[in-house]
């Protein structure tokens, strides 16, 4: 899946169109793993509350500063994007049931943007756990 973000930091909801790719998949039972291969992005899931996604901006910003002194600065200027990715994770792993991915009453699955704008790819694999012998 591709998608294309508009803002530096940015929190993209993908649920409707990872929930898509799993009924199209016609995989009754498994696993969805959601990931990215970029290095300055990330895959969450988490609670789709305004208040909420401005948290998790906020305390990425506390925890990463956007303009400490970091030695990748020096050659790409983008250090605090792929600090952040690393605490966040590229990917996440839901279970598939009944046709559709399972997620918590307030669970949402998000792609994090930490060095936008820019055109990303989202990976989404679903494979079966309906092994018969």
């Not at 649920?15 to 992005?41: A, F, L, P």
């Not at 792929?82 to 046709?99: D, I, Y």
């Not at 997620?103 to 790819?121: A, C, H, M, Y």
């Amino acid at each position: 899946m591709q998608l294309s973000t508009s803002k530096r930091v940015e929190i993209v909801d993908i649920t409707d169109k990872v929930s898509g790719v799993v009924r199209s998949s016609n995989i009754d039972e498994g696993m969805c793993t959601i990931s990215t291969s970029h290095t300055t992005c990330a895959i969450i899931v988490n609670e789709h509350e305004s208040g909420l996604v401005s948290d998790i901006m906020e305390l990425l910003e506390k925890l990463v500063p956007s303009n400490a002194d970091y030695y990748h600065d020096r050659v790409d200027n983008n250090a605090d994007a792929h600090l952040r990715a690393v605490l966040l994770g590229n990917s996440e792993t839901m279970p598939v049931r009944k046709g559709n991915i399972e997620l918590g009453t307030w669970q949402s699955i998000f792609f994090v943007e930490l060095d936008g704008p820019r055109k990303r790819n989202v990976d989404i694999a679903v494979s079966s756990s309906d092994f018969r012998g």
